[in-house]
């Protein structure tokens, strides 16, 4: 995988932004104002002006919130499924400019490990579903159109008045480490539970996708991916997991301890050398083996797959006593970010495709690499046909 479609038509049509309530644009507030549910955009009533407010003032134009898109549920159910965070992402335009300091961003962009995977599995012509929580404003509406736009299924997309949609600032240095501040915890995205989760889906289930970010979001959001992963084992789907913790965030211990439920059944899981030591409790500081070691490691434990993400010298995958390595292809890197969620979309479309443990890996690998070329986590126009012209 490099350093990390046919899109589907979807019946959900997408909102319209052009919905332009009369408000006063000195006292507007930051959110969009309240729009009647399940009702498209462009037929939503405006409010009437206040007297006071000159007919000269120009009405400003403001997004529709995730209530006011309609939605048109595929039957009975999207064959792949993720769930867990929703938020946006506002990145430095330049590497090596501390957070701390004043500067430019670039963004918002669609953001959450889980929703990029969606994303990504929905444009490589996937029949993807989200489960998730937004906030009743423009960064909610943001993700959720995004999504819609690939054809993701957005029906179990809550929308949590009064909870902002999840934000993440992002600076990049030149070794290729990120800075971070974040605001998930008391964000909508961590008010996922397992109320949320719907039934029917899991029961037509046929590839569930997990993210450690998603297990260590809140209580309520572990539970929610826990009960999922049951579910979905119970009905026979396949399980991925992405473990995509940070040490700096969680001791090693409790990083174990919020993926063991998750190890327990997933089928395929898909680390970074230094995530496959921390899931085993090794000391990541003296792994010299690119995580080969943990890789086998993890095998042992009963993962069927185990697959090694290696940023831009591609990938290798561990299945029984097999090994295979597969070199990246070159690309001209713009933003690595999200590159091993597409990765790991491009294995689940393959694999539910009727396609091989390693020619998956290859369309993975392809997958991950296009994404970087890309500025944005969800910007990267990904097809099917694209990727398989690489292989």
């Excluded at 509406?141 to 992002?170: E, M, P, W, Y």
């Excluded at 030591?277 to 095998?299: F, H, I, P, T």
Aim: aromatic share 6%; glycine share 8%.
């Amino acid at each position: 995988m490099s350093s990390q479609n046919t899109p589907i038509d979807t019946a959900s049509p997408t909102a319209s932004p052009e919905a332009t309530p009369n408000v006063n644009p000195d006292t507007a507030p930051d959110a969009p104002t309240e729009t009647t549910p399940n009702v498209p955009a462009e037929t939503q009533p405006t409010s009437t002006t206040p007297e006071s407010i000159s007919e000269s003032i120009p009405e400003p134009i403001l997004e529709p919130t995730p209530e006011a898109l309609t939605v048109t549920p595929p039957s009975p159910g999207p064959d792949i499924l993720s769930l867990g965070e929703l938020l946006v992402e506002i990145m430095r335009d330049t590497v090596d400019s501390p957070l701390s300091q004043i500067g430019t961003f670039l963004g918002p962009y669609a953001s959450g490990a889980p929703a990029i995977f969606t994303h990504a599995a929905a444009q490589l012509g996937g029949h993807a579903g989200f489960v998730g929580v937004c906030g009743n404003d423009a960064f909610g509406f943001q993700c959720v159109n995004k999504l819609q736009q690939a054809g993701v299924d957005i029906s179990h997309i809550r929308t949590a008045n009064g909870h902002t949609t999840g934000t993440a600032f992002v600076g990049y240095k030149r070794d290729g480490s990120r800075q971070f501040v974040y605001h998930m915890q008391h964000s909508a995205a961590a008010l996922l539970n397992v109320s949320d989760v719907a039934e029917d889906w899991l029961t037509h289930c046929r590839w569930l996708h997990i993210t450690g970010s998603s297990l260590a979001l809140s209580d309520t959001a572990r539970e929610a991916c826990y009960f999922a992963a049951k579910r979905a084992k119970e009905v026979g789907a396949s399980i991925s997991f992405d473990p995509n913790l940070r040490p700096e965030l969680l001791s090693v211990s409790e990083i174990q301890a919020l993926c063991e439920p998750i190890l327990d059944l997933a089928d395929v899981v898909l680390p970074s050398g230094h995530e496959a030591a921390l899931l085993l409790g090794l000391d990541v500081n003296e792994q010299d083996d690119d995580g080969e070691s943990a890789a086998r490691g993890l095998l042992r434990r009963g993962i069927e797959t185990v697959i090694l993400k290696l940023g831009d010298r591609g990938c290798k995958v561990y299945s029984g006593s097999n090994v295979h390595t597969i070199d990246a292809i070159s690309v001209q890197e713009v933003d690595p970010t999200g590159a091993g969620d597409c990765f790991a979309a491009g294995y689940a479309v393959a694999q539910l495709s009727g396609w091989g443990v390693i020619d998956s890996a290859r369309f993975a690998n392809v997958s991950g690499a296009l994404a970087v070329t890309t500025q944005g986590l969800m910007e990267a126009n990904l097809s099917r046909a694209e990727v398989e012209s690489y292989l």
